[in-house]
């Protein structure tokens, strides 16, 4: 027996990696979000080591500011995006895991 799965499916729950203080955690299919205390930019550079190690591949150049951080990533039919946004002491990340559009 096959198993299809419908078109809008979920791509499933997030594998990523998170920051050591991470807290409020909510992982959901296709979407992982949590808060953390580490600078929006560390942040950033800290996803920016972990994600290509895991075979992931940059998308573009990555948008990076003191406040905010929008980084892109493709595997295989697979796109992973990583939003990171601060504001006074706590960073909240959102990491997005969607089909790659054909």
Do not use: R
């Not at 499916?9 to 949590?34: E, K, Q, R």
């Not at 600078?39 to 972990?50: M, V």
Request: with cysteine; net charge negative; hydrophobic share 40%.
């Amino acid at each position: 027996a096959a198993i299809t799965l419908p078109d809008d499916c979920p791509a499933g729950m997030v594998d990523a990696p998170l920051l050591p203080d991470a807290s409020n955690i909510l992982n959901m299919p296709s979407i992982l979000t949590y808060d953390t205390s580490t600078s929006p930019a560390d942040a950033a550079t800290y996803y920016q080591e972990k994600i290509p190690a895991l075979g992931w591949t940059l998308l573009g150049e990555p948008a990076i500011s003191e406040t905010t951080a929008l980084l892109e990533y493709q595997q295989g039919s697979q796109n992973l995006t990583i939003i990171i946004s601060g504001d006074a002491g706590v960073t909240t990340i959102t990491i997005l895991l969607q089909k790659a559009q054909e």
